[in-house]
């Protein structure tokens, strides 16, 4: 059975939004005609186009000897240089689904993933592939991968095949599997050449992980769709993105907030030049305007972004000729073809109003969430519109503005943290009695995760002790609590629930966070 409707396929190509190129075919393209052409960099090398097509190349050959077979799945946990870029284009060429793994991702995660997929082989390195000893599948090391020519061409992926898997969090626990295609992200990269004006000599870089939407739009499919050096950090270092930056004379900038604001605030950006940037794409969570204006008058970059998800790909943009106000503050006009409207919580069309939570359908969303029929449910309105967990107020020149979410969750740097998967694992401290996850404000990452728990009686606890049981849990640091409120009993509703609003204020006061 297809990914896609063959009808919806049929309508997409006709009006240009789809076509049939893929990412292999353009890295071969690249490596024939400019092999000594410079694709990535990193803080430690430079890789050609050519370097790039082999190690691809390495990277399919060695999946089929693994006895890997056309629609497998095939988890990659890689760091975020070049080498995650050639495993995707190596997994296409093989005709398996990669699963994108977060190269930060605990032990618990992974092994979920792995599982909820059914990948039969995990891509790693040595250096993460201990303490992966749970994980239910052959592992195959990076360093290990034998010299490999190329697999027969008709193994490969279709730009509508399905492509990766890949996660995403929100309030039902662990993350959910996203059904990714390219044809989509080609589309998104249409969007985002036109708002941003970009020319054929742009240099990127792109500081956001991998497998992940904002990730793949940013670092993997705009540098062979553009043929773009681009600049790539294995492990974020705020002083190591200004310097590329510096050195690279990069001129199109891809970060979360939270990474320019440290940008900002980091003192090497006062000596480094960096007006070779002309714009910024930033989002995965909301831009504060101040920073935001800071940063244009710094650089003289304009800075853009998207309002949507990994799920639904993009709804509204911000445009390189939209006023400056509505640019910082706003996420921009819808983008017609994605058919936006507007949606109460009974999932009713309510578009008039003015207020709602946005969905639509179009070229840009994915293909529903890898086997999970309930969790597809949540993600449609009954017309069969894409929702998203926030709500948006549109204004009478057409912008929208986001004004709250629907969703509990914590958005700390751009990373979507489920509060209820953090508290299930908080909820196994053998001193926890009761447990609510909460964001609390804060001025670089944008929000922190809070932990409000009531203890067993006689019972004491510091965050160092629940971060040390939580990481024996095989938790990804960046889902630690970064506060801890003990309290004697959590606020709930006239009706016995958990009053999330009244933890969330009671949270502010205890971490000092309060106006």
């Known amino acids: 059975m297809p990914l896609l409707d063959p009808a919806v396929v049929a309508d997409h190509t006709s009006r240009g939004w789809w076509g049939t190129r893929t990412l292999s075919d353009l890295v071969r393209q690249r490596a024939a005609a400019t092999p000594d052409a410079v694709a990535y960099v990193t803080p430690e090398r430079r890789t050609t186009w050519a370097g790039y097509d082999r190690l691809a190349d390495r990277v399919a050959a060695a999946l089929v000897a693994a006895g890997a077979e056309p629609g497998d799945r095939v988890a990659v946990l890689l760091p975020d240089s070049e080498v995650v870029h050639a495993a995707l284009v190596g997994t296409e060429r093989a005709g398996v689904v990669a699963v994108g793994l977060g190269w930060r991702a605990g032990a618990a995660e992974v092994a979920h993933l792995v599982r909820r997929t059914g990948a039969r082989v995990l ?56 059904t990714q295609f390219q044809n989509r992200w080609f589309r998104f990269l249409d969007h985002a050449v036109d708002a941003g004006a970009l020319g054929p000599e742009e240099r990127l870089m792109s500081v956001i992980p991998a497998p992940f939407g904002f990730g793949l739009w940013t670092s993997h499919v705009a540098p062979a769709v553009l043929e773009a050096p681009t600049a790539v950090l294995p492990r974020f270092d705020v002083d190591e993105m200004i310097r590329l930056i510096d050195a690279e004379r990069v001129t199109v900038l891809c970060c979360v907030s939270t990474q320019f604001r440290m940008l900002l605030n980091a003192p090497a950006s006062r000596d480094a030049d960096l007006t070779s940037l002309r714009v910024m794409f930033t989002g995965g969570e909301m831009i504060p305007p101040g920073r935001a204006a800071e940063f244009e008058q710094r650089t003289g970059a304009v800075v853009l972004s998207f309002f949507g998800s990994n799920e639904t790909g993009a709804f509204t943009v911000t445009r390189h000729d ?157 889902l630690l609590p970064e506060h801890l409120v003990v309290v004697d009993e959590l606020p709930r509703s006239s009706g016995g629930k958990l009053a999330k609003g009244a933890v969330r204020e009671l949270a502010l006061v205890r971490t000092g966070d309060h106006a």
């Open 123 to 178: 891509l790693t390195t040595e250096q993460r592939a201990s303490g992966l000893d749970d994980v239910p599948a052959r592992v195959l090391l990076l360093e290990e991968l034998p010299d490999g020519g190329p697999v027969e061409p008709g193994r490969a992926l279709g730009p509508n095949d399905l492509w990766l898997l890949n996660s995403t969090s929100g309030t039902t626990g662990m993350p959910k599997v996203v």
């Open 322 to 478: 939209d006023p400056r106000e509505k640019r910082l503050t706003t996420v921009g006009r819808p983008i017609p073809e994605m058919h936006l409207r507007l949606y109460d919580d009974e999932g009713r069309d309510v578009t008039g109003t003015g207020r709602g939570i946005p969905g639509g359908h179009g070229p840009l969303t994915c293909a529903g969430y890898f086997d999970d029929p309930e969790a597809n449910a949540r993600l449609y309105a009954p017309d069969g519109a894409m929702l998203m967990g926030d709500v948006v107020e549109v204004d009478d020149e057409g912008y929208v503005q986001v004004v709250g979410r629907v969703s509990d969750i914590v958005i700390r740097g751009g990373k979507n943290i489920s509060a209820l998967q953090v508290e299930e694992h908080v909820d196994t401290h053998p001193a926890v009695d009761q447990v609510a996850v909460v964001p609390v404000p804060d001025e670089v990452f944008g929000e922190r995760v809070c932990a409000v728990v009531t203890l067993h009686p006689g019972q004491e606890l510091t965050l160092e002790a629940l971060a040390t049981h939580l990481l024996a849990r095989g938790l990804g640091r960046e």
